[in-house]
């Protein structure tokens, strides 16, 4: 087998065997094959794509070049759930304990997040005392015991899905459907996940600014999933503007908790019900989604999911007042209070550019050696379709460094547009993809 | 500016600036350009393709990459001719002494050649003495005095196209027409020549396979001439079977001797006398193709083309009995006679493999490296279309070392296809293109 042949018959639009994609993948993880024939590949992949079967073959190509987690210690099927990146997303964190309150495993495995803010690690690491670093034994020995656990990713999970990231980074091959899901999906499917409930993000502050490309990404990863047997769904949720009312880390562990305190704010706690549901109606907890979403309803009034997310926290070295008195995660130095310049309608509140503005104030890291400020955030006020006066609050900024103001300071204001007239937020759930097919629901 | 940039305009179908393509060129041959996004924009460019400005400007970026050789020395306007390629094709060497009879300065700088046989300077190296190590002086002013000279090619002709061209071979990058256009082109141009007679060969024995094909690289390459202001012309030319009767070098310099002598087979002879005829109108020496051909066929008549031919060899040091016993030039320890197993009529002598065959006799090189056996050679008996009863000698083969036979009889015999029914060779014109337009006359 010649990689120059792989080549020209993609290039041809001609399909690939899961032979040459084995091939091509592993010779790339091993440096047998050069970067300047992959990223040649890359290009007539993104040009001339690929099938469901092409994509099966990647994804599993990829999995196979590094470790696959073994989750067998543990009890019962694991759901695990994965968002595609947004602003404000802080699900992770409340699922865990809402799904968890059911008596469904929650075995999750994450990294550290590389932009805006912080992974979903980083962001508990707010919690002073907090660690994921737990061995494999102590991870699945807390799963049977309490039904969750945070554990860190130490593995070397498909390695040649970074080695093509990297690549796919600076040859403009990034943008192709086949490639965005078999780098996620092997991802995933390597963490030893029975079945996976996917967050496919869409609008300004999400990687698919489109909704049906959105729901292609969803429908393709559907596909890898339920090809290699693990049954997936994909849901397409709303991120034009940021998730819930905070963005930051400890501020959004506060929300979060929130949240099992019954005290959300809407879209929050909406998205949190459908995605919940989805993962007890996948681990065979319940049988209709409307019997999913009044479970998790349940454990939140009955004090349940708080509960089990206080075990949680001390069962993983956090101090637990914290979690009583969870304003002390967002005390920071300073607050400003961003305030309306004149009266009208919010039209816009851009997730990139808030996501950008956190990043300034130091809520994530650009480069992994970057130390995260846990305490820094935003706490917005009023969301699009709120009408503020003149003068109203609109964003509360906390922050530790004076200097890093002025610059959030203007990506706030680049981000908010107030107009006469007046715009309805969108719907938080765009839809659902399952192994059936798709529903739009916007 | 940035090359990812760069890579996603045109990705995108977009045209790139003149900025642009000298920035991937440059960076390129200086190496600040990587060849995994080379290759990207390579693969990018083989979809998208590149439009008539953005080929000039590509293949002035090439150009520019290296030395520019200066002919003002030499008097009058230089005409150069340049073929794509074929098995058999010794017209260079017979018009030369045809065109510069006709008193049009012939200033001929050439390369080695890897292939099936040697380049021009390789063939005529056949004749004992001769020397294509001249100094541009020297080049210069026996153009200015006998009208003729070859001289070796020593400046460093653009290396941005031997970088390319090394990266296009192992991505799948080769046929595009805009790449294949600026890398003959930028060669041609940086060589010096006022005017440009292109030969486009197509047929199995070609690069250019198709017929359309070969029309579309003609075109794109009299626009790129045009567009840089040196009248342009492509004659595509038929390359099904060898050009002639011979291949081999000094077997190769025979036959054009016999043409200048009038004894050539008629295929070469239409094609020298056409090409000359363009080159004579080119030079402003003719006003009509019919008057150039009238003149070319005049100096073949009145020997004055041989006698330029013998004064140009003695010039740089030939030998001048090869001229009056040219049968010396390919005299071999053994010569083998391949008879016809049936009666038929010749359909096919396959261009490509019958090249391949010169090549294993030693006629040619794969490496630079490679010393080439200048007296081997095939001298075909027979052409497509003709008629042979069972024992007619089809080829004579020349060769110097026995083990070599048996390879190159399996190449030939593969070459041939003997038929019932009689199939009339093709026309040796396809046709021509001009900064006006094509006409095709096949």
Same mark, same amino acid.
């Given at each position: 087998?010649?990689?120059?042949?792989?080549?020209? $018959?993609?290039?041809?639009?001609?399909?690939?065997?899961?032979?040459?994609?084995?091939?091509?993948?592993?010779? !790339?993880?091993?440096?047998?094959?050069?970067?300047?024939?992959?990223?040649?590949?890359?290009?007539?992949? %993104? !040009?001339?794509?690929?099938?469901?079967?092409? #994509?099966?073959?990647?994804?599993?190509?990829?999995?196979?070049?590094?470790?696959?987690?073994?989750?067998?210690? @543990?009890?019962?099927?694991?759901?695990?759930?994965?968002?595609?990146?947004?602003?404000?997303?802080? #699900?992770?964190?409340?699922?865990?304990?809402? =799904?968890?309150?059911?008596?469904?495993?929650?075995?999750?495995?994450?990294?550290?997040? *590389?932009?805006?803010?912080?992974?979903? @690690?980083?962001?508990?690491?707010?919690?002073?005392?907090?660690? /994921?670093?737990?061995?494999?034994?102590?991870?699945?020995?807390?799963?049977?015991?309490?039904?969750?656990?945070?554990?860190?990713?130490?593995?070397?999970?498909?390695?040649?899905?970074?080695?093509?990231?990297?690549?796919?980074?600076?040859? /403009?091959?990034?943008? +192709?459907?086949?490639?965005?899901?078999?780098?996620?999906?092997?991802?995933?499917?390597?963490? &030893?996940?029975?079945?996976?409930?996917?967050?496919?993000?869409?609008?300004?502050?999400?990687?698919?600014?489109?909704?049906?490309?959105?729901?292609?990404?969803?429908?393709?990863?559907?596909?890898?999933?339920?090809?290699?047997?693990?049954?997936?769904?994909?849901?397409?949720?709303?991120?034009?503007?940021? *998730?819930?009312?905070?963005?930051?880390? &400890?501020?959004?562990?506060?929300?979060?908790?929130?949240?099992?305190? &019954?005290?959300?704010?809407?879209?929050?706690?909406? *998205?949190?019900?459908?995605?919940?549901? !989805?993962?007890?109606?996948?681990?065979?907890?319940?049988?209709?989604?409307?019997?999913?979403?009044?479970?998790?309803?349940?454990?939140?009034?009955?004090?349940?999911?708080?509960? =089990?997310?206080? #075990?949680?926290?001390?069962?993983?070295?956090?101090?637990?007042?914290?979690?009583?008195?969870?304003?002390?995660? %967002?005390?920071?130095?300073?607050?400003?209070? %961003?305030?309306? @310049?004149?009266?009208?309608?919010?039209?816009?509140?851009?997730?990139?550019?808030?996501?950008?503005?956190?990043?300034?104030?130091?809520?994530?890291?650009?480069?992994?050696?970057?130390? @995260?400020?846990?305490?820094?955030?935003?706490?917005?006020?009023?969301?699009?379709? +709120?009408?503020?006066?003149?003068?109203?609050?609109? =964003?509360?900024? !906390?922050?530790?460094?004076?200097?890093?103001?002025?610059?959030?300071?203007?990506?706030?204001?680049?981000?908010?547009?107030?107009?006469?007239?007046?715009?309805? /937020?969108?719907?938080?759930?765009?839809?659902?993809?399952?192994?059936?097919?798709? $529903?739009? *629901?916007?």
């Amino acid at each position: 087998m010649k990689m120059i042949d792989i080549i020209y $018959k993609k290039r041809n639009g001609e399909i690939l065997t899961k032979e040459e994609i084995n091939y091509f993948i592993h010779g !790339y993880n091993e440096e047998r094959v050069p970067d300047y024939q992959m990223s040649a590949l890359l290009m007539a992949i %993104y !040009y001339k794509g690929m099938n469901k079967t092409e #994509t099966v073959n990647l994804t599993n190509a990829i999995i196979d070049s590094g470790d696959i987690i073994d989750l067998s210690l @543990i009890n019962g099927l694991k759901v695990d759930k994965h968002s595609t990146g947004g602003v404000g997303d802080k #699900t992770t964190i409340a699922l865990g304990a809402l =799904v968890a309150a059911n008596n469904v495993p929650v075995a999750k495995l994450s990294g550290r997040g *590389l932009g805006h803010t912080g992974g979903t @690690i980083d962001k508990l690491e707010a919690i002073p005392g907090f660690s /994921a670093d737990l061995s494999i034994e102590k991870f699945a020995d807390q799963v049977n015991k309490i039904n969750i656990s945070l554990g860190g990713q130490t593995k070397d999970l498909a390695p040649a899905d970074k080695k093509l990231y990297a690549l796919r980074d600076v040859t /403009a091959t990034i943008d +192709n459907i086949s490639l965005i899901a078999s780098s996620v999906m092997s991802k995933k499917l390597a963490s &030893g996940a029975d079945r996976i409930v996917l967050d496919v993000k869409t609008g300004s502050g999400a990687f698919m600014k489109d909704i049906d490309e959105a729901f292609a990404l969803g429908k393709a990863m559907v596909d890898i999933g339920n090809g290699v047997g693990k049954d997936t769904v994909a849901i397409i949720t709303d991120m034009e503007q940021p *998730l819930g009312n905070t963005i930051g880390n &400890g501020i959004e562990v506060w929300e979060a908790i929130q949240l099992l305190k &019954g005290k959300a704010p809407e879209d929050l706690l909406e *998205l949190c019900r459908y995605l919940g549901s !989805y993962m007890l109606l996948l681990a065979e907890k319940v049988s209709t989604l409307e019997e999913g979403m009044k479970e998790i309803q349940e454990v939140i009034d009955n004090g349940k999911a708080l509960e =089990v997310f206080k #075990t949680f926290i001390k069962c993983q070295g956090g101090e637990i007042h914290y979690i009583d008195k969870p304003e002390l995660l %967002y005390k920071t130095k300073y607050v400003y209070e %961003y305030t309306a @310049i004149k009266d009208g309608y919010i039209h816009q509140l851009d997730a990139e550019l808030i996501g950008k503005c956190a990043l300034t104030l130091g809520a994530g890291r650009l480069e992994k050696s970057t130390e @995260i400020d846990h305490k820094v955030g935003l706490e917005l006020q009023k969301k699009i379709g +709120n009408y503020v006066k003149k003068g109203d609050i609109i =964003v509360k900024i !906390y922050y530790n460094e004076k200097r890093k103001l002025d610059e959030a300071l203007k990506l706030f204001e680049k981000s908010l547009v107030l107009s006469d007239e007046f715009k309805a /937020a969108r719907k938080i759930i765009h839809g659902v993809v399952t192994k059936e097919g798709e $529903k739009r *629901l916007s």
